[in-house]
């Protein structure tokens, strides 16, 4: 049994046979062949060798010609690897004695030896168990081994373990088979962490390398409120994460019971709690928890899902499902958020150094309006099935904001003029998630209808963390204190205005957040269809009397780590019940 | 038979270690002769015409190594591998010098 420690991104447990995934995503299985085959397999081994090496050669041909004799050694080294006679030893060791197929033997005997590398202490020899892997990929490729499309084709359950997903191929996973996933990579605050969370997906990602560690099939637990990964659990572990599994299916009968009642503190103050979504379908699951409505519609995942950019008609369809669905309740669609982490098929700015202060979101929008113009003129036409309002991601100056603004007066026009159907008196939001907009919220406030806060922008930014980098991971918590007096600000100018003002960030799904968030004044939550009904339980147990206390005392604290202790504790006292044990 | 076999000890000198180029050289220079050639330290000895277990030796730059040999031309392929760890691999001077050029 071995534990690895990660951040937990989507709760919850999984436990099923591992699928490893390597960064390019293909996947080499335990393959035996028959004791008369073994002198062909092991033909068919050289005969790989035999045609990697002329590829290795011809490479070094054509690098040394290009960049000198000293790059082009790069492959001689490659070459004497591939010729290596302790490697051809040990293959042949495995596919005449163990009778291993070629390329499980080729699999397993050169990631050791990339493992044994990467463990050295200089990062100098450390840094060649790429040539190793280069090495492996190449000769499995002879070999035919790769499997083109491993998600695609599943057919019994697995945990997934990988290097990286991405947001899109997290968002492709096939979720009758795959349980819950885990990476090498990532950050608490990264994409692919929500649409885990939308998925309803467990996950943890930021482990370190390990993938080496885990040949495929070995039972693997993913524990998603905690962090953890068990591979090889001994049978007492593995009890007592069966045991929460009933234990989590048996709060989540009780949490459904509270679907019809409304999110109401117990002393009667009633808070809008809405859903966010990133697909469609997902309104029927908003609808089933008794979400007042959507509270952040993420559309760019129309974007990312497909390989093709999404048409004006694709934007339309989409959003007049969900808002047909939501029957009349309030859907708050967000504009693209592309860029940083979330690109979509064709590039639309170079490589940048800081994609998270580059060209993103609303920025990329003003740019690209052959992308933005669609959308709005969908958004727009499709307001005519029921209350849609329209939000702009990142506004980072008023400049932004009007701009914005303009084009949406703008495509109206244009939509009257074609004699198109459409509403043009639709509500207008920003999201206020850049230390700016707070700074200077009191001019925003003046020219939109409401406001919603991207707690997990505003952290990254507050911060100055880099929210899906692991190594500064711990840094970035939106209950650090000085985030925290951001959103009271927040608070004070939207009440002055009165305008509403709701928190759509990953804080508003945590309970003990939840409940200090009503207590700095907030009465509208958008949290994750998963998190309706922790959330609603957590608002139905407590009184604002007891959450304005929770306020008044996290507001003397000095770090994330003793607001969370604190939020945790009284969590403990007045919502037991969503305390994971 | 109880021959004595011929042993010696080398220190790595160039900056970088024992990395890939250098060891390609040394596989090259093992190879090139029939005894058997073991290199390695602290009773962890590896074969010397292998360059993925020279590798994972993970010698840096002060590493002081064994060579042991065992044939027919024992003397002489100690002789010729110390002579590649004395010389540096012929990069002592170019890597430093090419690390102050991208220095300045």
Redesign the interface.
Known sequence: MVELQGIPVSPGVAIGPALVLDADGYRISRTLIAADKVDEEYARLLGAVDAVAKRIEANRLETAAVAGDETGDIFAAQLQMLNDPRLHGELRRRITKELHAADYAVNRVLRNYALALRRLENPMLAERAEDVTDIEKQLLQQLGAFTEQPLADLTEPVVLISHNLTPSETANLDRRYVQGFCTEVGGSGGHTAIVAKGLELPAVVGVGTFLDSVPNGTRVIVDGDRGKIIVNPDETTLASYQQRIEQSQTLSAQLAELRDLPAETADGTRIRLSANIEFPHESGSCLERGADGVGLYRTEFLYLASTEEPSEEDHYEAYSQVVNKMNGRPVIIRTLDLGADKMGHRPLAEQEYNPFLGLRSIRLSLRNLDIFRPQLRAILRAATHGDIRVMFPLITTLGELRQAKMLLTVVARDLKEEGIPHRADIPVGMMVEVPAAVVMLEKFVQEVDFLSIGTNDLAQYTLAVDRSNEYVADLYQSSDPAVLRLIQRCVEVADDWGRPLAVCGEMSSIPGRALLLLGLGVRNLSVPPLALSRIKKAIRSVSMDECRQIADRVMTLDSARDVDVFLLDRLGVLVPELIVT | MNKKVPTRTVTVRNP??????P??LL??MASSFQSTISIGRDGEMV?C?????L??L?A?QGTVLTISADGSDAEDAIDAITDLFESGFDETNEVSGAESAVDS
């Open positions: 970088q270690g024992l990395h890939a180029r060891a390609d596989v090259r074969d015409k292998s360059i993925l277990s590798l994972t993970g840096a």
